[in-house]
T-cell receptor, first 115, second 116 residues
Framework: EPEVTQTPSHQVTQMGQEVILRCVPISNHLYFYWYRQILGQKVEFLVSFYNNEISEKSEIFDDQFSVERPDGSNFTLKIRSTKLEDSAMYFC?????????????FGEGSRLTVL | AQSVTQLGSHVSVSEGALVLLRCNYSSSVPPYLFWYVQYPNQGLQLLLKYTTGATLVKGINGFEAEFKKSETSFHLTKPSAHMSDAAEYFCAVRPRSGGGADGLTFGKGTHLIIQP
């Protein structure tokens, strides 16, 4: 069964460093998303991406964040200068859009720890 | 803006007892409705979804949920709890319009504890 894959599963970084989280969405999906879950809190929407551009973004997704689909398969989230409060689990998701009931398929997540 | 309310951050039931996790949404138009489960140190797995048609939907692992428009609710139930059901459960909604750019809006989650 097709699945969304994310790497790395866990990354530890120093405050101020740049981090890139990678995702390989399901191959025929059209919409791509990043979500964040701070430990013990709810899952929060960061950004959606369609047709090679950002479609929607939340207030969390400030100038420190960027997304890119550098080739036909990868979808990346970059945090330019990490802060302590960026420590969280980051989930990538993909979907076919509302024409397919709106279901999103999630990856296993990338846990980011900022020291 | 849509919002999702899950009543009870923690729910504890005995093994074999009924599981009831509550979810209410606020939206002028009923959205797509989802329940996701998150086991410790794992990702989000879809339990079930309501899109259209029959308001009682069945999902994996014996769970089901009923969409009640009049109550703006989508409560999750399971007749008999099993120890393996211990996990975090998230209710989520998504608007029916917009084409797909809008992501899911999640509730705060309910931690289900199963007592032996």
């Amino acid at each position: 069964e097709p699945e969304v894959t994310q790497t790395p599963s866990h990354q530890v970084t120093q405050m101020g460093q740049e981090v890139i989280l990678r995702c390989v969405p399901i191959s025929n999906h059209l919409y791509f998303y990043w979500y964040r879950q701070i430990l013990g809190q709810k899952v929060e929407f960061l950004v959606s991406f369609y047709n090679n551009e950002i479609s929607e973004k939340s207030e969390i997704f400030d100038d420190q964040f960027s997304v890119e689909r550098p080739d036909g398969s990868n979808f990346t989230l970059k945090i330019r200068s990490t802060k302590l409060e960026d420590s969280a689990m980051y989930f990538c998701a993909s979907g076919l859009g509302l024409a397919n009931t709106g279901e999103l398929f999630f990856g296993e997540g990338s846990r980011l720890t900022v020291l | 803006a849509q919002s999702v309310t899950q009543l009870g951050s923690h729910v504890s039931v005995s093994e074999g007892a009924l599981v009831l996790l509550r979810c209410n949404y606020s939206s002028s138009v009923p959205p797509y409705l989802f329940w996701y489960v998150q086991y410790p140190n794992q990702g989000l797995q879809l339990l079930l979804k309501y899109t259209t048609g029959a308001t009682l939907v069945k999902g994996i692992n014996g769970f089901e949920a009923e969409f009640k428009k009049s109550e703006t609710s989508f409560h999750l139930t399971k007749p008999s709890a099993h120890m393996s059901d211990a996990a975090e459960y998230f209710c989520a909604v998504r608007p029916r319009s917009g084409g797909g750019a809008d992501g899911l809006t999640f509730g705060k989650g309910t931690h289900l504890i199963i007592q032996p």
